[in-house]
């Protein structure tokens, strides 16, 4: 018994020593992100600075403290891990987004933003590795194949949606933050859509089936995702509806929104699916039905609690790749031949420039030949504040890159480490000089932008939009657009196809979804429950 305690304790011990090195790192790392939101909130109403680069500048200074204090050995206290990334931190802050966006703006404009999302990511993508399959092969950067290149448009392909959402203002700029968000979920998912196709598929023989199966492949994901999302969400509506965990516990029925939220993602990611698509699309359906269904106390609660995961998952992710930007591993292969990392990056730089703007301006011009009012149409200065809010890239393409050009993060070969470190340095100067530039030119492009907003008012339905007392008097989701009357031919159901569309969607929700899911004006009487409240009031 002695012998065998004697054998235990020296790897308690060991055991204890490692357990105390991730407690001070986890408590530096906490540290840094209280810093980040004291700073942030010193630095509000800053012309120039916002929450992103803060975190991100914070990161890298931390990097450069701990490279020092390491001798040169290390300058992260956690190794960037793209698992991390994509199941723990990106989830709520996708989530989020489709939880408190305004649900008719993003409608209204789904044709735009899934054209921008989507045909414009294929086209970005298309030159991107076109321009690299020219200009790397002048440049000694290692053995790269076409899989590598095409892997290479695909990463940079990918817009970092939660700098922008940080960027613009949804009250301030609506048509502007809706487009430029909507084709940042949609852009994400095609991005690593595009990537998985590109890894799986046999590139040394390409014929046109390959193509074809692609396409297939991308719509199934599409819609599979989409679906997912939405049965999940609506599966949440029901329960709640028909349980009302709320009479006995609001803890309950938050509880089952979260995880039923996040479910939606993890089975996304279990079938092989977009699970970016998916939690958005629950977290849209979510806030039109669930959200309507719990307690008073539980949509105070569901609203800031989302947007705190959100907004700390945000300054998490730029601490992060902040601290990873100085891996001294990778930069090693580097430091005999800085000039051809600098062209290689400033090369990827001009790509991501030309690739954006080859599908803002032409999609935009097509666009406004189809719509008949001009406030739906995107005039030159609009487009100029999407094609530059969409030139900042992120976590997404770091993560992206890690998957392809290296093995557990690490990497001994020289081609690799160049593309790791090229990436790190896009991310880095496009989020800092394009997002420190961002405010002043919609300032400068948008002139007032405040008081347009104020023609605009919030969707009431939508969870961001909530006053004090919630069950108010208020419209439904339909805001401040004329009444639609009904088309008398095909012509004039083409001239305004989203309009009608919606017309008809609102007939069918009255009518058939919302009796079943709740909803606004819609949730049943039940003794205790917010409704009861209205009921007694009305009396």
Known sequence: MAIGLSSI??????????DHASVVSMNLFVALLCACIVIGHLLEENRWVNESITALVIGVCTGVVILLASGGRSSHLLVFSEDLFFIYLLPPIIFNAGFQVKKKQFFVNFTTITLFGAVGTLISCGIISLGVTQFFKKLD????????????????????????LQVLNQDETPLLYSLVFGEGVVNDATSVVLFNA????????????????FIGNFFYLFLTSTM?????????????????????????????MMLMAYLSYMMAELFYLSGILTVFFCGIVMSHYTWHNVTECSRITTKHAFATLSFVAEIFIFVYVGMDALDIEKWRFVSGSP????????ILLGLIMAGRAAFVFPLSFLINLVKKSPKEKINFRQQVVIWWAGLMRGAVSIALAYNQFTMSGHTQLRGNAIMITSTITVVLFSTVVFGLLTKPLIRFLLLHPKHTASKVQSDPSTPKSVTVPFLGEGQDSEFDLPEITRPSSIRALLATPMHTVHRYWRKFDDAFMRPVFGGRGFVPFVPGSPTEQSFRQGQ
Do not use: W
């Open 141 to 164: 950067i290692g053995s790269l194949d076409i899989g590598d290149y095409l892997a290479i448009g695909a990463i940079f392909a990918a817009t970092d949606s939660v700098c922008t």
């Open 228 to 256: 997912l999302g939405v049965i999940t969400g609506l599966l949440s509506a029901y329960i709640i509806k028909k349980l009302y965990f709320g009479r006995h516990s609001t803890d309950r029925e938050v509880a089952l």
């Open 339 to 346: 000039g051809t990392s600098v062209a290689v990056s400033s």
């Open 9 to 18: 304790i020296p790897r308690l011990q060991m055991l204890s020593t490692s």
């Open 198 to 213: 590109i890894q799986s598929f046999d590139l040394n023989h390409i014929d046109p089936r390959i193509g074809l199966h």
